[in-house]
């Protein structure tokens, strides 16, 4: 059989999807491959077409129990072999599915990447054909992504353990060219074919809104969306419930779905909300990863995200059927402080230096101030987004608010959003720049690890003159404000002295 053969038996498709097609070729040509696809552009096909295709057997690396589970039930119910081994199989169930494994039962399974370096798995790996391994979610391999997971660190090492290499496969929704390039490098991928995809999803309409009340402007946001499917994002759990039980007294068709809630409550919801039982579902980001919904039509996120891949993936989730969908994103000057909250307490592996946890700091403060010039850009919004991702854009798209408001402007009409940002002293900002190359060049690391542009027009704006105003700098942590404070105050007091 052909690929085409393969797409209509076993998944019942009479065509492929845009980029879906040159990405199987290429890895049916046994070349390593990377696949930036969006969220929504079918990446799975792109690998279980190849793993049927391939003689041996083909392991799918993942970090998302909820995800493997579905695509598990998805392709035995399509007739295939398949399997997945992680965390959540009891010590019977897991002694069962490697017997099955270790005797090549299975076409493909799908493991979570902590597996890999057991020297048990490892020597069942040894003895069989692998003859494909494709890395989901590949930006989890990088520092600079959102999702950093330092067991992904391990997939070259279990590649070279195996007998033959495999052909190697990649794929991610969202990576910037630095994370594309350490998917290449940390994985070992050789000469590989790389693939990108528009992130352009042309039926979304992009939004930001700094309401005085985000409660006000939620429910003045739903009563616009009645009757339609939609997700609405928190940052905490506590807000998940707080909205949930504050809707559902309203009389809103409302779910909610975090990780404090039991697994069958969490599975029921979702459930309900899969098959248009319940209207909206609150949610913190532990709800979405694999949800294969198609007509979501709105995405509000009540707390702007700490970064903009997270943004871009979570309001991806809507119009994945091609009708025209809204993203909306609510901020206020508290999201940043809860942003900045989870930057200082990290839930990081112990397995990471000093060195690299400060790094890994680093960037977390990076990827925040482009989210927080996002949300106060007057430019238009899908212009931003794509150009954050590599993708050049060079006509307004007309189709988000700040390009509506626009049009208002011109038309003579009241403009409402997004919020103006602070004003900032030009001079002061270029001053800071030469300071800040000083540091980065005697330290010998890039400019943005001392301080981002948008953390200096913040100090050009505020012009903090105290440890304790230099800190509430978004942008300026303890070690920071330690090492740079002094020296940053100084210019600026010489700055307003200069200037009366």
Known sequence: MNKYQYLKKYFGYSSFREGQESVIDSILSEKDTVAIMPTGAGKSLCFQIPALMFPGITLVVSPLISLMKDQVSALLQNGIAAAYINSSLTEFQLGQTLSRFSQGKYKIVYVAPERLVLSSFRRICSQLNISFVCVDEAHCVSQWGKDFRPEYLKIKDFIASLKQRPVLAAVTATATERVRDDIVNLIGLEKPEITVLSFDRKNLFFACREPKNKEDELLKLLNGFSGKSGIVYCSSRKKVDELYFSLSQKGYNVARYHAGMNKDE?????????????????????????????????????????????????????????????????????????????????????????????????NRIEKLCDMIVYAHTKGCLRKYILSYFGEEMKEDCGFCSSCVEKKLEENKKVRSVPAEPESFDSELFDLLKKLRKQIS????????????????????????????????????????????????????????????
């Open 266 to 362: 969490r599975k029921k919801n979702q459930e309900l909300f899969s098959n248009d039982e319940k209207e909206i579902i609150i949610a913190t980001n532990a709800f979405g990863m694999g949800i294969d919904k198609s007509n979501v039509s709105f995405v509000i996120h009540f707390n702007m995200p700490g970064d903009m891949e997270s943004y871009y993936q979570e309001a991806g989730r809507a119009g994945r059927d091609g009708n025209e969908a809204s993203c909306i994103l609510l901020f206020n000057k508290g999201d940043v402080r809860i942003q900045q909250y989870f930057i200082d307490n990290p839930e990081e592996s112990s397995d990471l230096s000093a060195k690299e946890k400060e790094l890994l700091r680093e």
């Open 441 to 500: 060049e005697k330290k010998k690391v890039p400019a943005f690890v001392v301080f981002t542009d948008a953390t200096l027009k913040l100090m050009a704006t505020k012009k903090p003159l105290t440890e304790d105003e230099f800190l509430a700098i978004s942008g300026v942590g303890q070690r920071k404000c330690q090492q740079y404070a002094a020296i940053f105050i100084k210019e600026i007091k010489k700055h307003i002295k200069n200037n009366g």
